[in-house]
């Protein structure tokens, strides 16, 4: 039996419990940010291993970390319009096929020129994975749950990012940094075919293209959503007509151009602090004094405060205003910079402040990943949350960058952490800049299609 009316893909979504097979994407989605965790972390912790084998001076390794973000940016780049035009599950499998080979690759690198080359290959597959996961995660899971269940899968990243960590702090003297390099680039190849079989196509692209062999194979995931026993339902997207000649030329439309702006500062300034401490902080403990076994654990700590700020953060956003929520968690890191800076002398404050700056900028990075989808349709969502991940790697390219240099000029612990602040208060600035258009055009049309029925002005399918 099916219904006679059709329903939008959205009001579809919302309408129906969470059903295991909603669950098994976003597991899915969850192991693939894993893996991108665990290979973007793991640089970091290994480059002291690659400094002593190759006999670098610490300004040298600057060029490894910026060419990983320089592909991570190229990436979002490439792989977010193509999967706007090709689909999210094609570019995911191929992003991570990219990425897998080019880090084994790398673990068998002769010279430090070769496994710059490859960490940028590497980092063009890791910036297609990671906003495709995420915007897949956002188009199968109910507006009233969105940012908990997205954040929720979105702290594979952070698990795998503290899981590089204490691989590497724990068997980079037994297995060495190519054997991090190594694990890194099995984990997402032996993905490949576990995803080739068990994840679907989005639904909404896939009745938004609308070929007679999309909706035979969009009526099939229908079934898979709808409790046991249920009536059929036709389905319809509600953005039929409305697609753009390019994707990328929706996120410039008169109403979003000042909301892709402000997100975009966002992610800048947030990626820049992030790849500031985790790319540098176990050189600058170590250079502290702190043994570097240890400042890999305190820096691990990072990503544990950020899987933890992660998960309650996105139950704040479900259940109030979200971008208050998110600036108020980097206006209390800010203050955790100045903190810490001042409290060098003390390992238990030092791991303290380190696991609430995790909290609230690792975790607000995560939520201002699942805010990026909300603002964007479906014919621009993977586009629109890749190219904010892109604005955040050039932050996070710089971030590296200019790490490197301050290391370079010998500044201490204490002024490298007060540095943070700065960004830390323009990004502040930025999501209350956000908030203040979403009060602005609560009397306007929506930005992004509404199911019919809905009427909360939070939801993640409202746009601001």
């Not at 800010?334 to 609430?356: H, P, R």
């Not at 800049?433 to 009397?443: F, I, M, N, P, Y």
């Amino acid at each position: 039996m099916q219904t006679d009316s059709p329903v939008s893909v959205e009001r579809f979504i919302d309408s129906q419990p969470l059903s295991r097979f909603q669950k098994r994407i976003l597991v899915l989605c969850f192991l693939i940010v894993a893996v991108d965790g665990f290979d973007t972390s793991g640089i970091g912790f290994i480059a002291p291993a690659i400094r002593a084998d190759w006999h670098l001076a610490a300004a040298a390794l600057a060029p490894l970390f910026g060419a990983g973000l320089f592909g991570l940016t190229t990436g979002a780049l490439l792989f977010g319009p193509l999967a706007d035009r090709y689909g999210r599950k094609k570019i995911l499998i191929a992003a991570i096929s990219v990425f897998g080979l080019a880090s084994l690759a790398a673990a068998a690198s002769p010279s430090l020129g070769i496994l710059i080359a490859l960490r940028f290959l590497t980092g063009v597959g890791l910036g297609g994975a990671m906003p495709n996961a995420i915007t897949l995660s956002r188009e199968y899971s109910p507006a009233s749950r969105g940012s908990s269940l997205v954040t929720l899968m979105f702290c594979g990243f952070t698990i795998g990012g503290a899981l590089g960590g204490l691989v590497s702090a724990q068997f980079v003297s037994t297995i060495g940094w190519r054997g991090v390099l190594a694990v890194g680039g099995i984990a997402p190849l032996a993905l490949v075919p576990l995803l080739a079989f068990a994840l679907p196509e989005s639904l909404g692209f896939l009745l938004l293209r609308g070929t007679p062999q999309d909706t035979v194979v969009a009526e099939a995931i229908s079934t898979r959503i709808l409790p046991k026993g249920a009536p059929r339902v036709s389905l319809r997207s509600e953005e039929k007509g409305l697609r753009q000649k390019s994707s990328a030329q929706a996120l410039f439309a008169p109403r979003m151009a000042p909301i892709t702006l402000l997100l975009w500062t966002t992610f800048f300034m947030i990626l820049l602090i992030v790849y500031l401490l985790t790319s540098w902080m176990p050189l600058l403990l170590a250079a502290a004094g702190v043994s570097l076994k240890q400042a890999s654990l305190m820096t691990m700590m990072y990503q544990v405060g950020a899987t933890i700020g992660g998960v309650w953060l996105g139950r704040r956003m479900d259940r109030s205003n979200p971008q208050r929520v998110l600036a108020l968690a980097f206006l209390v890191a800010t203050g955790l910079f100045v903190i810490c800076a001042f409290s060098v002398s003390s390992k238990a404050i030092i791991v303290t402040t380190i696991l609430g700056i995790g909290f609230c900028i690792g975790g607000g990075t995560i939520g201002g990943y699942v805010l990026s989808g909300s603002y964007y349709p479906t014919s621009s969502r993977a586009t629109g949350v890749a190219w904010a991940n892109a604005a955040g790697r050039v932050g996070a390219v710089l971030g590296s960058m200019l790490g490197g240099a301050l290391i370079g000029y010998g500044v201490t612990f204490e002024t490298f952490l007060l540095s943070l602040a700065v960004p830390g208060v323009i990004a502040t600035l930025s999501m209350l800049g956000l908030e203040r258009l979403r009060r602005e055009q609560t009397s306007l049309e929506p930005l992004t299609v509404q199911p019919a029925g809905t009427n909360n002005a939070h939801s993640p399918r409202n746009g601001v």
